[in-house]
């Protein structure tokens, strides 16, 4: 069965930092693009970040560009997004998706994690 599960969301205060991970079972993220996405209360889900199979091209969303950094562990079967100088406005739920093709912040993504929770508060 095919599953990506995240970790690593928490509590922080403002200017704190987290890293998610996002591992895979059931298949191998080699060849598949991993991208990041969260959804704060009330507002829709959004894409933050996305990484291609090889790790060759990274995107991010401008919200997070320079806060943010995506990176992955193919020997691991791991995708992670480092999180620093947190802001009160970067409280959501976060998930990581796949997919083989690649679809950047895009909602397209054919799996998804149950995501975990990360919240930002003095």
């Known amino acids: 069965q095919l599953q990506l599960v995240e970790s690593g969301g928490g509590s922080v205060q403002p200017g704190g930092s987290l890293r998610l991970s996002c591992a895979a079972s059931?298949?191998?993220?080699?060849?598949?693009?991993v991208g990041w996405f969260r959804q704060a209360p009330g507002k829709e889900r959004e894409g933050i970040s996305c990484?291609?199979?090889?790790?060759?091209?990274?995107k991010y969303a401008d919200s997070v560009k320079g806060r943010f950094t995506i990176s992955r562990d193919n020997p691991k079967n791991t995708v992670y997004l480092q999180m620093n100088s947190l802001k009160p406005e970067d409280t959501a739920v976060y998930y990581c998706?796949?997919?083989?093709?690649?679809?950047?912040?895009?909602?397209?993504?054919?799996?998804w994690g149950q995501g975990t929770q990360v919240t930002v508060s003095s």
């Open positions: 998706a796949a997919d083989r093709d690649y679809h950047g912040l895009d909602q397209k993504y054919d799996y």
């Open positions: 059931g298949f191998t993220l080699d060849y598949y693009t």
């Open positions: 990484i291609s199979s090889r790790g060759s091209i990274t």
